[in-house]
């Protein structure tokens, strides 16, 4: 049976978001032209016109199609019916697979966010917040205490995002370290970072040395 048209509509398409997410990584939005992603995609620049106005409309379909895959495995999370601290780790393992799965993808999303118009940027950051939103939830489900003091649930959901956003800076997923560890790693980090982020006492107790000695006068 031949193949629908809207699967292979779907597919050039595809080839094409691939190709650029590919140049864009590496180059940067500006560093690569629709020539360029024609060339990497062994398809016609005819064509990619066929299916996009612009290069920003790439650029767009390169981001939303990452971070709508992000929220999509967030939601999926949430609705398993598990303790919070189990969701965050099988949360943090789809989002470490999704990450090296789509390294070029997410290096765009970091790199080359101003790139867009304002109105397609703020719906891209829309769903990043959306995303800090539900981390946050589980943060709090938790460790409640974390409402008792005010941005500190909002902290830990950042600090969170801080540990894995980055990685694909300096991650080898071919290393001796894998994506899945890596993911544990960060979660224990974070779990075991939340008494302390909800009640202040690593604050109280650890008292950086420039501190001490300003304090000292010396």
Not at 136 to 160: C, D, H
Request: proline share 3%.
């Amino acid at each position: 049976m031949a193949r629908t048209q809207a699967a292979e509509y779907d597919e050039r398409k595809e080839a094409i978001v691939e190709a650029a997410a590919a140049l864009f990584a590496t180059r940067g939005f500006n560093g690569a032209s629709v020539a360029d992603i024609a060339q990497r995609g062994k398809i016609s620049k005819s064509l990619i016109y066929h299916y996009y106005e612009s290069k920003e409309d790439i650029l767009y379909d390169v981001m939303i199609s990452h971070v709508r895959a992000l929220e999509e495995a967030a939601r999926e999370v949430v609705a398993i019916a598990d303790a919070p601290d189990r969701k965050l780790r099988e949360l943090t393992h789809r989002f470490m697979a999704l990450y090296v799965g789509a390294a070029n993808r997410h290096k765009v999303l970091i790199n080359d966010l101003d790139n867009l118009p304002k109105g397609r940027r703020s719906e891209i950051v829309a769903v990043q917040r959306r995303l800090i939103e539900i981390v946050q939830k589980l943060l709090v489900e938790i460790e409640p205490s974390l409402k008792r003091r005010s941005g500190a649930a909002f902290t830990a959901a950042m600090l969170y995002f801080g540990q894995i956003n980055w990685t694909h800076t300096w991650f080898n997923p071919r290393g001796p370290i894998s994506a899945g560890a890596l993911a544990e790693m960060a979660v224990d980090v974070v779990l075991g970072g939340l008494r302390k982020a909800a009640d202040g006492t690593g604050a109280r107790v650890f008292r950086p040395a420039f501190m001490r000695r300003r304090t000292s006068g010396s």
